[in-house]
DNA sequence: GGCGGGCAATAACATTTGTTATCAAATACG
DNA sequence: CGTATTTGATAACAAATGTTATTGCCCGCC
């Protein structure tokens, strides 16, 4: 699971091993929740197999803001850090198996790593991405109308399309379910 | 202008005098732009007086995305970090009183003081409050009307509602200026 | 002090999107 | 295998929001 990182890394065997131990293997059903909105985060999470998804409640409706698959890492990466109360939940969708890592664990690796300028910058642009990727889904947000948010997800994220159900994609994409639906025959009688 | 800044560093005078002054002063009239969307950014700013807005072309359309006012630090962070071509035009509303420094003055600051474990958890922080305040501004996007976006604004910046024309208001808050109209109208009514 | 242009309010109408309800198809699971 | 549950499509109507056009105001500038 890990080995598609080591070469990413240059580390000695020791310290790999140290790290990568700190890792434990899980399978957890369909619909699970593995941090709940509000909870303070104990664990990040490397997907082996299965889909997640991220959301959160808006007055009794949930509403879904990032997918995960396979080999993606997941925590509220903020709260994470920082020891907050998650704004979000992070739930599984299908039946998955997961490696997860403890916070303290975490924070002892990247607190050693973190002497080495080349992890130094790794870890600010890891955290720079994640902000790009907001900066991204928001303008996208903006600029786009559903149907062409509907349209960039089925080009750039085709998994989500295919795996997730539709109700999910709805509220990531910021409409109902109804629309969705017209949405894509609109799509289908164009084509 | 710096004196504001002095206590949360424990650098010794010599550092303080050499990193404060890679900053220069300038003046810039209103509606100039500092950084135009698709450039790579030279500078990051400091505003001693006046307001700012960054702002996206979107189909001949300008959408506006962020303000700032005295004593903000602006740029287009991302790029700035990865040399990038910027997604925005960073450009002042008021006349400005502006202190810049030169990214390579500021890269050589960040690399000397992230020897420094407690700078270096600064960095990482402020990134991450960035990256939150994307967050919060997208989560608000998806979950409020823009009713109450705009009560919120009124709330959290009554800055921006005083000092700003209103088209840009509008279109930060993501609805046309005719939209924005309506929503005070009704407000005012209410009241 | 007058004038042109940017700015804001409002009305009328068009379009988009949401809501509710109903039905059909797909799927899970005992 | 059959039944319950989930999922997706569609129609009809309601609400939200955009577009265009008009008007009046205010402010900078000659």
């Given at each position: 699971?890990?080995?598609?990182?080591?070469?990413?890394?240059?580390?000695?065997?020791?310290?790999w091993?140290?790290?990568?131990?700190?890792?434990?293997?899980?399978?957890?059903?369909?619909?699970?929740?593995?941090?709940?909105?509000?909870?303070?985060?104990?664990?990040?999470?490397?997907?082996?197999?299965g889909?997640?998804?991220?959301?959160?409640?808006?007055?009794?409706k949930?509403?879904?803001?990032?997918?995960?698959?396979?080999?993606n890492?997941?925590?509220?990466?903020?709260?994470?850090?920082?020891?907050?109360?998650?704004?979000?939940?992070?739930?599984?969708?299908?039946?998955?198996?997961?490696?997860?890592?403890?916070k303290?664990?975490?924070?002892?690796?990247?607190?050693?790593?973190?002497?080495?300028?080349?992890?130094?910058?790794?870890?600010?642009?890891?955290?720079?991405?994640?902000?790009?990727?907001y900066?991204?889904?928001?303008?996208?947000?903006?600029?786009?109308?559903?149907?062409?948010?509907?349209?960039?997800?089925?080009?750039?994220?085709?998994?989500?399309?295919?795996?997730?159900?539709?109700?999910y994609?709805?509220?990531?994409?910021?409409?109902?379910?109804?629309?969705?639906?017209?949405?894509?025959?609109?799509?289908?009688?164009?084509?």
């Amino acid at each position: 699971m890990f080995d598609q990182f080591r070469n990413k890394f240059r580390l000695d065997d020791d310290k790999w091993n140290d790290y990568t131990g700190c890792f434990k293997r899980m399978k957890v059903s369909a619909r699970t929740a593995l941090l709940k909105e509000g909870d303070i985060p104990k664990n990040m999470f490397l997907i082996e197999k299965g889909c997640i998804r991220v959301w959160f409640n808006n007055d009794g409706k949930d509403v879904t803001t990032q997918f995960f698959f396979e080999n993606n890492m997941v925590s509220s990466i903020e709260s994470f850090r920082k020891g907050y109360p998650s704004p979000v939940t992070i739930e599984t969708i299908e039946p998955c198996v997961l490696w997860y890592i403890h916070k303290k664990d975490a924070d002892r690796i990247i607190a050693e790593v973190s002497e080495l300028p080349v992890f130094r910058e790794m870890i600010i642009d890891t955290v720079f991405e994640r902000t790009f990727d907001y900066m991204k889904q928001f303008f996208s947000f903006i600029k786009d109308t559903p149907q062409q948010r509907y349209l960039n997800l089925v080009k750039e994220k085709p998994q989500v399309v295919q795996r997730v159900p539709q109700h999910y994609i709805a509220s990531y994409l910021g409409v109902s379910t109804v629309h969705l639906s017209r949405i894509k025959s609109k799509l289908a009688k164009e084509k």
